[in-house]
């Protein structure tokens, strides 16, 4: 799919033709379509094709004065999935006139400009917009390490009460979307800081800052990935060793309860055998028996609390 939209005074508005200084936005496209895109800008083939492997790293290629900027997003998955948080590529393709991104799917960055969220961003200004995407993707990976790291943290209360592996489970899922994340983060912050001194393009003094405001925010990003993947790796094995703690408690508890049910048991069941028994002739037997019986749990129930047994 190919959409195309343009800054003007209005804002961010959608045109049907591909124009100078126009923000063309490519989801999935056709053999048809990139055929199109390449015979319309005279842009490498794999500069379309590359974006859309999900396991291209970051990096950037130049060919003839065209530019590929090849990023990797994050992206949140929905409830159902079995891993959160998983990672994208984005391929932002700078020519002569027009900046050109291409995605697999939809990604949450280049919604945020679609959607309003961002400001000041200018299509026609093609350099400054491909470091606004790069610097809205590494705030959005802090975004989304933040939930990950209160997801984290309410597992953590939950796993003190459970004796079975589903909150493990969600904990390891968590580990992987970190690892994810930690393996993009380290790549996009390669690729970037090698914008300072490939001078691929030409960033005015503004834009420089931004740049220098990218690369802070990928290297905080990437410190906390490093982090909370430390902590969660520290937690697995930690709350392995309570889930099986808390297994022993509750069958300490059963074998307990068991035992005090035994023994009343053990009693009822003598003087039910057919056989000439004391007390059988006695008024008193019935409620003798019973005292005993409960006298006996009474006394297994406090040797098991004086040997700290329960």
């Known amino acids: 799919m190919i959409s195309a939209y343009i800054t003007t005074h209005e804002g961010l508005v959608p045109v049907d033709t591909w124009e100078d200084g126009c923000w063309i936005k490519v989801v999935n496209p056709t053999e048809k379509e990139i055929s199109l895109l390449v015979e319309r800008f005279g842009v490498w083939i794999e500069f379309f094709t590359d974006p859309l492997d999900v396991d291209e790293r ?9 530019v590929l900027i090849l990023i990797r997003s994050p992206r949140r998955e929905p409830e159902e999935a079995v891993i959160p948080y998983i990672t994208l590529p984005i391929g932002i393709i700078l020519t002569g006139h027009v900046i050109i ?7 949450d960055v280049l919604d945020e400009f679609l959607s309003g969220w961002v400001r000041n961003f200018d299509t026609r200004t093609r350099t400054r917009f491909a470091l606004q995407i790069c610097y809205r993707t590494a705030l959005r990976f802090l975004r989304y390490l933040k939930d990950i790291n209160r997801m984290s943290s309410q597992i953590e209360m939950n796993l003190h009460r459970s004796t079975t592996n589903v909150l493990l489970l969600d904990l390891f899922n968590l580990h992987k979307s970190l690892v ?39 290297k ?8 909370y993947t430390s902590i969660i790796m520290g937690m697995t094995g930690t709350f ?22 035994s023994l009343p048991t053990l009693i009822a069941s003598i003087y039910g055998m057919n056989v000439h028994l004391p007390l059988q002739d006695n008024p008193f037997a019935f409620s003798f028996i019973m005292f005993c019986a409960v006298a006996a749990s009474a006394l297994g129930l406090f040797i098991l609390v004086r040997w700290k047994v329960l």
Do not use: C, P, W
């Open 240 to 261: 392995a060793s309570i889930i099986n703690n808390n297994v022993n408690v509750v069958m300490k508890l059963l074998t307990s309860i068991t035992i005090l049910i």
């Open 220 to 227: 905080q990003a990437l410190e906390m990935a490093n982090i």
């Open 101 to 107: 991104t291409v995605t697999l799917t939809e990604v």
């Open 58 to 66: 970051a990096r950037f290629e130049v060919d003839e004065g065209n």
């Open 180 to 218: 994810f994340f930690t393996t993009s983060l380290r790549s996009n912050s390669l690729m970037v800081e090698k914008f300072s001194y490939s001078n691929i393009l030409d960033m005015s003094d503004e834009e420089h800052d931004l740049y220098e405001e990218m690369v802070i925010e990928n």
